[in-house]
Every structure is written in C-alpha cells, then in structure tokens.
C-alpha cells in the first residue's frame, strides 16, 4: 500500500453515506483506500459526530429507521472493514491530544472538535486534511496542513 495519509474530518465522511456536494471526493477517497492507495485517517470523536448527524436526521424526521440503520449499520460496517483491511486509522482521543488542542481553541476561536481534528491529523502526520469547514480548511493551512476544501 502507498504510505498516502488522508485526514478527513466529519463533514467529509458524511458526505460518503449522503448526498451533497463533495459526495463524488469522498466516494474517490473511500475507493482508493480500498485500493490500496490511500490510507485514511479520522478520530474516535468523528464516529460520534457522523452517528450523531445520523440521530439527528432520524429525529427530525428527515429519514425514516429503515433509512437510519442502513446508514448506520453501513458506517459502522465501513469503519470494521477498512480497519481489518489496514487501510483505515483511528486516532484515538487522548488527554494529550485534547490538552494540545487548547491552544488553538484560543488562538484561532475553534470549536473543541474542530481543534480536535487538526491535532489529531497533525498526530497521525497525514499528507492531506480533508474538511468542507472553510474556516477549519483557513485553519488547518495556517496549521501547516495541506488542507483540501471540499463541497
């Protein structure tokens, strides 16, 4: 497998089980992680956050349950497959982590999960940071990331 890293935050996930604009990148991303090519890279917190949008449209009534446990259920399946497959990392969410993305809560006015994901990414060293935040996409270049803009 190629040594490519991709970070890809939760609004890029998501955009992997519904449509919006940016749909076609994550689907790319996802298939060249299972290629082979590309090994992806997202957070503890970004399972959460991508369950909870899921909650959230069920609740809303903007899906009906079929529709929310096959998203479910085919996230969650995703992530065990790409991880046996060794083509998915999971940063776990650590104190270190959390404590060292502090300083940019303060310094650039972030959001505790979207600091979360730059030092996550900047953890796991990857070659590109996948976000459709374009404040988080400003960010994580100021970061020194090389940050990707989707949707």
Same mark, same amino acid.
């Given at each position: ?74 996230? +969650?399946? /995703?992530?065990?497959? =790409?991880?046996?497959? &060794?083509? *998915?990392?999971? !940063? ?11 300083? +940019?809560? /303060?310094?650039?006015? =972030?959001?505790?999960? &979207?600091? *979360?994901?730059? !030092? ?32």
């Amino acid at each position: 497998m190629n040594g490519k890293k991709a970070y890809l935050d939760s609004s890029v996930i998501l955009k992997r089980y519904l449509l919006e604009d940016g749909s076609e990148t994550a689907k790319t991303l996802f298939q060249n992680a299972y290629r082979g090519k590309l090994r992806i890279v997202f957070s503890f917190w970004n399972i959460g956050e991508v369950l909870g949008v899921f909650n959230r449209k069920f609740r809303r009534g903007e899906m009906d349950r079929r529709e929310y446990d096959f998203l479910r259920n085919g996230f +969650l399946g /995703e992530v065990k497959r =790409l991880s046996a497959l &060794d083509v *998915l990392k999971i !940063v776990p969410v650590h104190s270190i982590l959390l404590a060292e993305s502090w300083k +940019l809560i /303060e310094e650039h006015h =972030l959001y505790q999960a &979207d600091a *979360l994901q730059v !030092v996550s990414a900047r953890h796991a060293s990857v070659d590109e940071f996948y976000t459709s935040n374009k404040q988080l996409h400003k960010i994580a270049l100021k970061e020194g990331l090389n940050s990707r803009l989707v949707g």
